[in-house]
């Protein structure tokens, strides 16, 4: 297990897999990116996720760059070590299958915020929901850190930073979410909810 500042990369797109990552403490960021330079944030892990499974599994290029959000503990397992284990124990493919479901599901959901909701206010809206789902409830308003600035949000839902402040400053008049430093306030997820499916 190593210990990894703030802002370290993990691995980059289009490198080769040295092996696979178990994200044991803090939070990273999965992104893509284009020739041109534009960012696409495609979900932040958590602790417990295993990163560059895929690449390592088939022996391709990482399909995303990861960084780390803030401090992290990661544990690095080459890639010879890990497939060595998994031969040797095939029961451990019954979570290997899970967590590669787990990142389709993700890819999935985020897919769904991109491409089918109409506005950026509703991509915003869903994206919030998604990070809420396993926030602190707290008299009824639920609570959760988001440790993204307001670009790095633009990037998770492929808009602009000012969209996202005018956006953010709507929700809060409406009193459907405030982001208040890095706790996300949502007084009612039903409410959120509403305006999502209007």
């Known amino acids: 297990v190593s210990a990894f500042p703030e802002g370290a990369v993990l691995f980059l797109e289009r490198q080769s897999p040295r092996g696979i990552y178990m994200l044991c403490a803090g939070q990273a960021k999965l992104s893509i990116s284009s020739s041109e330079g534009k960012t696409l944030i ?66 999935c959901e985020q897919l769904r915020t991109l491409g089918l909701s109409a506005s950026a206010p509703e991509k915003l809206a869903r994206m919030l929901l998604g990070w809420s789902a396993g926030g602190k409830e707290t008299r009824g308003e639920t609570h959760v850190s988001l440790p993204l600035t307001h670009e790095e ?42 305006f999502v499916s209007l």
């Open 153 to 194: 949000i633009a990037e998770f839902i492929g808009t602009t930073r000012e969209t996202v402040t005018r956006t953010l400053s709507d929700f809060r008049s409406r009193h459907l979410a405030a982001l208040e430093g890095s706790t996300l306030k949502i007084p009612s997820r039903a409410a959120l909810e509403d």
């Open 42 to 107: 495609l979900r932040i892990a958590r602790p417990g996720e295993i990163l560059g499974l895929m690449p390592a599994l088939m022996n391709m290029p990482h399909e995303v760059t990861v960084e780390t959000l803030h401090p992290c503990q990661v544990a690095f397992v080459p890639r010879e070590e890990f497939l060595r284990f998994v031969r040797k124990y095939p029961e451990a493919y019954q979570n290997v299958v899970r967590e590669l479901g787990s990142d389709y599901h993700a890819a």
